[in-house]
């Protein structure tokens, strides 16, 4: 088992920078790849970026490119989500996820899931 904790999440307003932060705990040594997700009211959740573990491979969903950055640190096993630039429809409930096997945009490929923290960009 892996236990994910999201953090850094609240109110920006637009144009503004947030970090978000995902600590990883439990069996990190299984973790193979880990990515970020959002889920806007009334809308499905929807990939934002994963990062590979051990070289740090990124890939990004198209509306994010250029403002948002994944990063990781596998020493303190937490994963990051640098965003800038932040749009009004950026606001979601952000979740962390963990995959034992595969880098993948394919939400039911991701083995463990943290919570999630919110993030509300006001116009």
């Known amino acids: 088992q892996v236990q994910l904790v999201e953090s850094g999440g609240r109110l920006v307003q637009a144009g503004g920078s947030l970090r978000l932060s995902c600590a990883a705990s439990?069996?990190?040594?299984?973790?193979?790849?880990a990515g970020w997700f959002r889920q806007a009211p009334g809308q499905e959740r929807e990939f934002v970026a994963a990062?590979?573990?051990?070289?740090?491979?990124?890939d990004y969903a198209g509306y994010v490119k250029g403002r948002f950055t994944i990063s990781r640190d596998n020493t303190e096993n937490t994963l990051y989500l640098h965003m800038n630039n932040l749009k009004p429809q950026d606001t979601a409930v952000y979740y962390c996820?963990?995959?034992?096997?595969?880098?993948?945009?394919?939400?039911?490929?991701?083995?463990?899931w943290g919570q999630g923290t919110q993030v509300t960009v006001s116009s």
């Open positions: 439990g069996r990190t040594g299984s973790i193979y790849a």
């Open positions: 996820a963990v995959s034992k096997a595969v880098l993948t945009t394919t939400q039911t490929l991701y083995d463990y």
């Open positions: 990062v590979k573990w051990v070289d740090g491979f990124t």
